[in-house]
């Protein structure tokens, strides 16, 4: 792939501005969000939680954000862009305080590491980034010995951890201390599927009955809210701490906002820096960040909107079925007839169409994942796409 040279970046003189900052429009006919698509010819994405840009596209957005609204540098983190997104983050999540980090893996362990404290047990679910994506580190850096439950399962319960809990003085001969609950929402190891809001209220209810803390890892919380019709902020209210994503969905090259109670945010700088993750500057990410959560959640009640009509009117061609994952988000499942060539109709719908789609497996089957570019191109030209894909030979 070709470097990138942009010798005028964030200069607001000899800009080639695009129409970024508003809907596609062009022979789609796509919705009235803003989804800040940048190219000029769209791509649907069906995988992903939303656009993930390339570097100029990137740029370009930035360039624009600039030009009209501005964009404020901070220094370690502090003021500019990132101050007003921890704010921001603050107000959403109904939290007293917010602070950028450079990664979720970076949130989750410092909100583990400072609600436990020097109490090593963490309860957590079997299929929990904490527990499967983290390279151990709360048990190699931060000595957290994880109890994961509900083996193979979305979600464990209030009863499934109130039993093990209780379990422990038969099961253990010294007491060492439960330090906290983590809970992931929705789990991307359970393909999306959401912890139901009732069951997290029953453990929030019961840890803190017992004086247990609770994080949630809710990088991805805005497609739980979107599907369930939960608030993000009656979400953040039955936890301690909270954890949301920068990249998955909100534009961003990386990051994420750790909330919580000033007392716990404010343990959190100078474990950052131990760590190494106190960066110079992180405006470009904050203020992508920024801009889409201007939009995102009119974004994706239109993407839903979008969704159920359109695989409505694709599961009527022969050969098609898409459905919903009982308790799932964003990501469905597809189903070719045996007779179709799964490999033929990706390359097809990508070729001819400039839609992006998983190979399906053997048994013809892929999960296909909605987001903002589902709104680039209309349903006429989606089933079209389908229809001519799955009839290549």
Known sequence: MPRTHRRNFLKLSGLSFLPVLSPWNANAGTGSAATGEPVKEPVVKFFADGELYEPAAYIDLLQQLSAST??????????????????????????????????????????????????PKVYLQDLSHIYRDEADAAQSVFGKRLMPLAMGETYFTAADLQQAIESLKSNEVFE???????????????????????????????????????HLDGARLYMAAAWSGTGIKDYAANFDTVYISLYKYLGAAGGAVLCGDKTIIDQV??????????????????????????????????????????????????????????????????????????KKFQAGMKDNFKILVAPPNENNRALITVNETLLYRNDDYMVNAFKSSIAMK
């Open 70 to 119: 501005g964009i404020t540098r901070d220094r370690y983190g502090t003021g500019g862009a990132v101050e007003e997104l921890e704010k921001k983050f603050a107000a959403i999540t109904g939290k007293e305080k917010a602070i950028f980090l450079p990664s979720g893996t970076m949130a989750n362990q410092l909100a583990i590491a400072v609600l436990s404290g020097n109490k």
């Open 176 to 214: 060492s201390g439960i330090g906290a609950v983590a809970i992931e929402n929705p789990v991307r190891r359970a393909d999306g599927r959401m912890v139901p809001i009732e069951e997290i209220r029953k453990i929030s209810s019961y840890c803190r009955e017992h004086n247990i803390k609770l």
């Open 269 to 342: 700088p100078h474990l950052q820096k131990i760590h190494g993750g106190t960066m110079f500057t992180n405006w470009a990410n904050a203020a992508m960040a920024l801009h889409k959560l201007e939009t995102i959640e009119t974004v994706l009640q239109d993407v839903i909107k979008r969704t159920t009509p359109l695989f409505a009117a694709l599961n009527k061609i022969n050969g098609i079925n898409i459905r919903a994952l009982e308790g799932g988000t964003n990501i469905y499942e597809l189903n070719l007839d045996k007779a179709i060539d799964g």
